[in-house]
């Protein structure tokens, strides 16, 4: 049975895989989360409202500036 290490090393390999497919200037992971949630301050109304963007999130290292 694989270590969780090792499975979480070959998901961070994967995901960088496929974003490469899209980016060929990404060369690391900074950090990565599986899910987020966009929210939107209103000044006015002093609240949080939810934006209808979700999903995973992946911060690049990039070889150049996009």
């Not at 961070?12 to 060369?27: E, F, H, W």
């Not at 990565?32 to 949080?48: G, N, P, R």
Request: with cysteine; glycine share 2%; proline share 3%.
């Amino acid at each position: 049975m694989a270590s969780s290490t090792n499975l979480a090393e070959a998901r961070r390999t994967t995901n960088l895989r496929v974003l490469q497919r899209l980016d060929p200037q990404i060369v690391d992971l900074a950090i990565t989360a599986s899910h987020v949630v966009l929210y939107e301050f209103s000044l006015t109304a002093q609240q949080w409202s939810k934006c209808n963007i979700e999903g995973s999130l992946f911060v690049t290292k990039r070889s150049d500036v996009p």
